[in-house]
């Protein structure tokens, strides 16, 4: 059974960072995009980053270009996402997500594993 748990949520201010941590396990990932997605309240889930887990190659939504910084470590089979300069307009809940290629696929939402979720507040 696939399991995405996240970890590392929480409330900051405007202007700093937060680490997320995606703790992959129960099927190996390759050929496989890890990602993460965020739904802000009243608002569609919407792509944020994706990167290739064997391959390592890293994409983003344009409006999180040079703020969030997606890796991977093989070792704990952990996906990251580094937040930076945060904005209170990335308040959201954050999805960690799993598919297989191809990417555009995962764009468009259509993701074979999700996690449960993760709040991201940011105060002003």
């Known amino acids: 059974q696939v399991q995405l748990v996240e970890s590392g949520g929480g409330t900051v201010q405007a202007g700093g960072s937060l680490r997320l941590s995606c703790a992959a396990s129960?099927?190996?990932?390759?050929?496989?995009?890890m990602g993460w997605f965020r739904q802000a309240p009243g608002k569609e889930r919407k792509f944020v980053a994706a990167?290739?887990?064997?391959?390592?190659?890293?994409y983003y939504e344009d409006d999180v270009k040079g703020r969030f910084t997606i890796s991977r470590d093989y070792a704990k089979n952990t996906v990251y996402l580094q937040m930076i300069s945060l904005k209170p307009e990335d308040t959201a809940v954050y999805y960690c997500a799993a598919r297989r290629i191809p990417l555009a696929a995962m764009i468009r939402g259509d993701v074979e594993y999700w996690g449960q979720g993760i709040q991201v507040t940011v105060s002003s």
């Open positions: 129960g099927r190996t990932f390759s050929n496989y995009y």
């Open positions: 990167i290739a887990w064997t391959a390592g190659n890293t």
